[in-house]
C-alpha cells in the first residue's frame, strides 16, 4: 500500500478549492447562488495588452522555453512599475524575479529559506496560504495576532514577548487581505526595525495596493527594509489577469538570487505571449487603476449598504479587492455564511478560514457586476420564507 507523505497530514484542502465544489452543485440543482467569495476580477483586462498577446503568440520562438529570469523588457517594466508607482528603485538585473504568480513565490521563498524546525511567523487572520507552506516543508507555524483593536497591524511589542530563536521568516501583507487595512507605515517601520534585530526575514505580499488605493505602498519605501525585507506583487488582481498567472519578487539580489535557485530547479520561464502581454501591462499609465476604481467604489457602496440590512459593521476606510465586515449579533461567521448560502443564494467568505480572530467577521468580494450585487441586496431585504 503506497501511503502519502507525512507532510500530507497537518495540510488540508484549500478552502475555496472544497466549497466552490459545493457551490457548483448547488447550481447544477437549479440554485440560482451569487458568488461574493473569492477575488478572481470579472472585468475585462486592458485591451491593449490582450492584443500583445494575440500578436505574440506568432512571434518566432514563442512556444520555445524561455529564460527562468523572465525576458528582459519584462523586469524592465517590473522595476519601471516599481518607480512610477512607488517611486523605488530596483535593480533590473538582480533585484526583480518574475514568478507564475505570487502564489508560486510563497512557495518559492519557503523552500529557499525555510528548514525543517524552523518557524514562521503568520497573521492571524491571513491567506492560508502561508500556513500551508509552512506546514508542507515541516517547518513550525507561530500565529501572531492582528486585531481590529490595533488596526490589523502586528503588535510588536506582543511579538518581543515570544521565543524568537528558532523564528526565520514573518509573514505580513498590506495593504492588508482580508480586513482591507491600509499600511501604517509607522507601525511597519517599527517592525522592519524588530526584523533586524531578531535576524528575520520579513516578507510582504503585495498584490492590492492599486485597487481603491490613495496611496501606493511598498515596503521598499521605509528605511531599512531592503537589508531584511522581500516583497511579492501580482498582475492579477490590478490589470484583471487572475489566469496569466504573473506575479514577481522584488528584494535585495541575495535574497533574490536564492530564490532564483529554487525557481530554476521547479520550473521553467512562462510562455512568451505572456511575458509580452504583461510586459504591456505594467506599462500603462494611472488612468487604467482610477477607472478601475471607479467601478470597484459603486460595487463596494452596494455591498456596503448590504451591510448595513444584515447588521454588519464595515470599515470605511478600508482598501483593496474586498468588504470586511464585522458581525454584531451573536452569529458565527460559519453560521451567517451558511444562512446567505442556503437561504439567500450567495455565497460569502466566513472570516474563519483566514484565522480565529476572523470569527466575528465576513468577507464579500468586489468581483461581482453591479446589477448582481442589486441582486444580492434584493435577496437579502426580502423576508424569509416561513
Given at each position: 500500500m503506497i501511503s502519502l507523505s507525512?507532510?500530507?497530514?497537518?495540510?488540508?484542502?484549500?478552502y475555496f478549492s472544497k466549497k466552490l465544489r459545493e457551490v457548483a452543485q448547488l447550481k447544477k440543482e437549479g440554485k440560482p447562488i451569487i458568488n461574493l467569495g473569492i477575488g478572481s476580477p470579472d472585468l475585462a483586462p486592458p485591451e491593449e495588452v490582450v492584443e500583445e498577446l494575440v500578436k505574440a503568440t506568432s512571434q518566432?520562438?514563442?512556444?520555445?522555453?524561455?529564460?527562468?529570469?523572465?525576458l528582459d523588457e519584462l523586469r524592465q517594466a517590473m522595476s519601471g512599475f516599481y518607480k512610477n508607482h512607488y517611486d523605488v528603485n530596483v535593480n533590473t538585473e538582480t533585484q526583480v524575479l518574475p514568478l507564475m504568480g505570487s502564489k508560486e513565490g510563497i512557495a518559492l521563498i519557503s523552500?529557499?529559506?525555510?528548514?525543517?524546525?524552523?518557524?514562521?511567523?503568520?497573521?492571524n487572520p491571513g491567506y492560508p496560504t502561508y500556513q500551508a507552506a509552512t506546514k508542507?516543508?515541516?517547518?513550525?507555524?507561530?500565529?501572531?495576532?492582528?486585531?481590529?483593536?490595533?488596526?490589523?497591524?502586528?503588535?510588536?511589542?506582543?511579538?518581543?514577548?515570544?521565543?524568537?530563536?528558532?523564528?526565520?521568516?514573518?509573514?505580513?501583507?498590506?495593504?492588508?487581505?482580508?480586513?482591507?487595512?491600509?499600511?501604517?507605515?509607522?507601525?511597519?517601520?517599527?517592525?522592519?526595525?524588530?526584523?533586524?534585530?531578531?535576524?528575520?526575514?520579513?516578507v510582504n505580499d503585495n498584490p492590492y495596493s492599486m485597487v481603491l488605493t490613495d496611496e501606493k505602498f511598498s515596503i521598499f519605501q521605509l528605511e531599512g527594509a531592503e537589508e531584511v525585507c522581500l516583497e511579492l506583487n501580482s498582475l492579477s488582481k490590478s490589470f484583471n489577469l487572475a489566469g496569466f498567472r504573473v506575479g514577481f519578487l522584488v528584494g535585495n539580489a541575495e535574497f533574490i538570487s536564492a530564490v532564483l535557485?529554487?525557481?530554476?530547479?521547479?520550473?521553467?520561464?512562462?510562455?512568451f505571449p505572456i511575458q509580452k502581454a504583461a510586459t504591456k501591462a505594467l506599462q500603462l499609465d494611472l488612468a487604467w487603476f482610477e477607472a478601475q476604481n471607479v467601478i470597484y467604489k459603486k460595487r463596494r457602496a452596494l455591498i456596503w449598504e448590504m451591510c448595513e440590512a444584515l447588521d454588519l459593521k464595515v470599515n470605511p476606510s478600508a482598501v483593496g479587492l474586498f468588504v470586511w465586515a464585522k458581525i454584531k449579533s451573536n452569529q458565527t461567521a460559519e453560521d451567517l455564511a451558511d444562512e446567505l448560502l442556503y437561504d439567500r443564494n450567495l455565497f460569502v467568505t466566513p472570516g474563519t478560514v483566514f484565522g480565529t480572530n476572523g470569527s466575528n467577521y465576513v468577507r464579500f468580494s468586489l468581483c461581482v457586476s453591479e446589477d448582481e450585487l442589486k441582486t444580492c441586496k434584493e435577496r437579502i431585504l426580502k423576508p424569509k420564507a416561513v
Open positions: 507525512n507532510r500530507l497530514q497537518e495540510t488540508k484542502e484549500y518566432q520562438g514563442a512556444y520555445q522555453y524561455q529564460a527562468y529570469k523572465g523552500m529557499a529559506f525555510l528548514n525543517e524546525g524552523d518557524q514562521v511567523l503568520v497573521p508542507l516543508l515541516n517547518a513550525e507555524l507561530v500565529s501572531y495576532n492582528l486585531t481590529e483593536d490595533n488596526s490589523w497591524h502586528p503588535d510588536v511589542e506582543e511579538l518581543k514577548q515570544l521565543d524568537l530563536s528558532k523564528v526565520k521568516l514573518m509573514w505580513i501583507n498590506y495593504p492588508n487581505m482580508p480586513t482591507g487595512q491600509p499600511a501604517d507605515q509607522e507601525k511597519l517601520q517599527e517592525l522592519i526595525g524588530f526584523a533586524k534585530a531578531n535576524d528575520i526575514l520579513l535557485k529554487v525557481k530554476s530547479n521547479m520550473d521553467s520561464g512562462m510562455f
